[in-house]
């Protein structure tokens, strides 16, 4: 072969290679982040030992802690608004609410609201906070615009979880704070037009009520007087609220992610729902379509709150374990743990850098 034939040949070999290399990385470049699962968040999670929120952030599952803020004594539920402007957590053992300003990454104020705050529900224009209370006959009410408190929302009973509506019409609540007795519902709903509220008849204690993805379900765990475990999870009409049937959720359910507090961003046409499981020590999905458990993945010890991305990705608190799970929900795999300060409870996720 001539010099300027093998010349040639490896010529078109060079630019060959060139150009199969340029499609390689073209391709490498697209399939990252996002095409392998990966997402770049901003995860809060309460410490109730150490009356602390600890901020980690970071591309999934690598998180690094950035900041860790002093809220006030034993901080508990956490929720994040819909704009993603605010956080905030009760402190349920000194009756008050603290919001974080997810920009600076400090507490903008800390609110004194009553007894036993416990779960927090923000509107989905993000304007206003609702905060429950464990041992008070009425729901605080918080103006996010000024952070001041408003006047409260009254009611006959103390509640433990709180759910909004889609259209922020209605507030759905749980009863925990005794056992259940026949005659004693442990499931409300408030009109936030008129503040009337309508006791609902489960025939089991309660937990937390999350209302599905569409809004149209609500979802009632009754593993509610805590020591008392209970698979059966109920499921109601939102409009008609008449009890539609129940099921058998692993063994010992606790909580789902939900909107106005820490699953803003599961869409509405979402066709399945996480629940956290004490006695399985892990996480549950349950088929919207089917009614049924279509999945398990096992966590640390004493699972409670989740938080979910919009793809899916799965964060939870483990309380025992000090350790926060994550997990690809599609995918039902385990993508990593992350260590947290002790007795984690509430979480919230933050999407992008």
Same mark, same amino acid.
């Given at each position: 072969m001539r010099r300027d034939e093998l010349s040639g040949l490896f010529g078109r070999s060079t630019r060959s290679l060139s150009l199969?290399?340029?499609?390689?990385?073209?391709?490498?470049?697209?399939?990252?982040?996002?095409?392998?699962?990966?997402?770049s968040v901003t995860l809060f999670v309460t410490s109730e030992k150490t009356d602390t929120v600890s901020v980690f952030r970071g591309i999934v599952p690598n998180l690094e802690l950035v900041k860790s803020i002093k809220v006030g004594r034993e901080p508990h539920n956490m929720g994040i608004s819909p704009d993603g402007r605010? +956080?905030?957590?009760? !402190?349920?053992?000194?009756g008050e609410v603290s919001i974080i300003d997810t920009k600076s990454l400090v507490e903008a104020a800390r609110l004194k609201l009553g007894r036993q705050t416990h779960d927090v529900a923000f509107t989905s224009d993000s304007r206003t906070l609702f905060v429950g209370h464990e041992t008070e006959n009425f729901v605080s009410v918080i103006d996010l615009g000024g952070l001041k408190v408003k006047e409260p929302l009254k009611l006959s009973r103390a509640q433990?979880?709180?759910?909004?509506?889609?259209?922020?019409?209605?507030?759905?609540?749980?009863?925990?704070?005794?056992?259940y007795k026949?005659?004693?519902?442990? +499931?409300?709903?408030? !009109?936030?037009?008129?503040?009337?509220?309508?006791?609902i008849e489960t025939g089991a204690n309660a937990h937390d009520v999350t209302l599905s993805p569409d809004g149209k379900v609500a979802w009632v765990t009754n593993s509610g007087f805590t020591h008392i475990p209970d698979p059966r999870v109920d499921y109601l009409d939102v409009a008609t609220r008449k009890p539609l049937g129940s099921i058998n959720v692993g063994k010992y359910p606790f909580h789902s992610p939900k909107r106005g507090r820490d699953g803003n961003l599961v869409p509405p046409t979402a066709t399945e729902m996480w629940?956290?499981?004490?006695?399985?020590r892990s996480v549950v999905a349950v088929s919207l379509a089917d009614r049924r458990v279509v999945a398990t993945v096992p966590v640390g010890v004493e699972p409670y709150h989740l938080a979910a991305t919009a793809?899916?990705?799965l964060f939870v608190a483990n309380h025992t374990s000090g350790s926060v799970t994550i997990i690809d929900g599609p995918k039902r795999a385990l993508l990593g743990t992350l260590k947290v300060p002790p007795h984690p409870h509430g979480l919230a996720v933050l999407g992008g850098p």
């Open positions: 199969f290399t340029g499609f390689l990385l073209l391709f490498l470049g697209l399939a990252t982040p996002h095409a392998w699962g990966q997402e605010w +956080v905030a957590t009760s !402190d349920r053992r000194s433990h979880d709180l759910s909004i509506s889609p259209d922020d019409k209605e507030l759905w609540f749980t009863v925990t704070n005794r056992p026949p005659g004693d519902p442990r +499931v409300g709903v408030v !009109d936030l037009a008129t503040g009337k509220a309508t006791l629940f956290s499981d004490h006695g399985l793809s899916g990705i």
